[in-house]
């Protein structure tokens, strides 16, 4: 493995912990509004479970994720009604961490580590996956990549 490809998976393996963490805030808050039972309801069960999933994946460096996690994470980007993420794009995530903390809310920080993982996970799995490539080609031994 590439020293271009261990600094994605450690990129990604950071992006998705911090997803994580927002997630999980998320669901605390509501349920510490209006219950469980609210949480259960208003969540996607199989999102959550397939991000830990991914970040699995991903700690193991698997290459096949990476393809996984651009696809995935541009879906959810194109389906998140939230947030504003898809209309104002990347700039968003700092412009509700900014307009928050100076408003002095304090969950000014969630929605940040909900959106800027959200638009740069994408991105730096396209990345990896060109790096991946990149080695395969300079390798051009496609029997070393695909038995690892």
């Known amino acids: 493995m590439s020293k271009r490809l261990k600094i994605i998976f450690y990129?990604?393996?950071?992006?998705?912990?911090?997803l994580i963490i927002a997630n999980i805030w998320g669901l605390v808050g509501i349920a510490n509004s209006f219950?469980?039972?609210?949480?259960?309801?208003q969540?996607?069960?199989?999102?959550?479970?397939?991000?830990?999933?991914?970040?699995?994946?991903i700690s193991k460096r698997s290459?096949?994720?990476?393809?996984?996690?651009?696809?995935?994470?541009?879906?959810?980007l194109i389906t998140l009604p939230i947030f504003r993420v898809l209309q104002d794009g990347?700039?968003?995530?700092?412009?509700?961490?900014?307009?928050?903390?100076?408003?002095?809310k304090e969950e000014a920080i969630q929605p940040f580590l909900l959106s800027f993982p959200s638009w740069l996970i994408p991105i730096v799995s396209l990345v990896g996956c060109i790096f991946w490539y990149l080695d395969?080609?300079?390798?051009?031994?496609?029997?070393k990549h695909w038995s690892e």
């Open 11 to 18: 990129v990604l393996t950071i992006l998705y912990i911090m």
């Open 35 to 41: 219950g469980v039972s609210e949480v259960l309801s």
């Open 43 to 57: 969540t996607n069960v199989i999102y959550v479970l397939a991000i830990l999933v991914i970040t699995f994946f």
């Open 63 to 76: 290459y096949y994720v990476l393809p996984i996690c651009f696809i995935l994470m541009t879906y959810w």
């Open 90 to 104: 990347l700039m968003a995530s700092f412009s509700y961490l900014i307009t928050d903390i100076y408003l002095l």
């Open 136 to 143: 395969v080609k300079k390798s051009k031994s496609l029997d």
